[in-house]
């Protein structure tokens, strides 16, 4: 069973779907657990006792977390799946 949070279904939005089955939708939950990572992940790293941190580097690192993240949503799916009985991407 699929909730949504809007009364118009988002179809450009897929990941703003709630499912009660954890299994059903294995990619939507993975891409939302990604996107918590990388957004608290950059917080951390930008800001500190309330100040954003003036750091070249910090910036960048947040810039390749947010990039890698889009990259690897549009990567086809044959390649981030694999198959567990031969070890290999799927044909």
Do not use: H
């Not at 810039?63 to 993240?69: D, E, L, N, P």
């Amino acid at each position: 069973m699929t909730i949504q949070f809007a009364m118009a279904p988002f179809k450009t939005f897929s990941s703003f779907q709630l499912s009660s089955d954890v299994l059903a939708n294995k990619k939507i939950n993975t891409v939302c657990v990604q996107w918590f990572v990388v957004i608290v992940t950059a917080y951390l790293s930008l800001f500190r006792e309330g100040q954003i941190v003036q750091d070249p580097f910090r910036y960048l690192l947040v810039v390749v977390a947010f990039g890698s993240m889009i990259v690897f949503q549009r990567l086809p799916i044959r390649v981030r799946s694999c198959d567990t009985q031969k070890g290999g991407p799927q044909p």
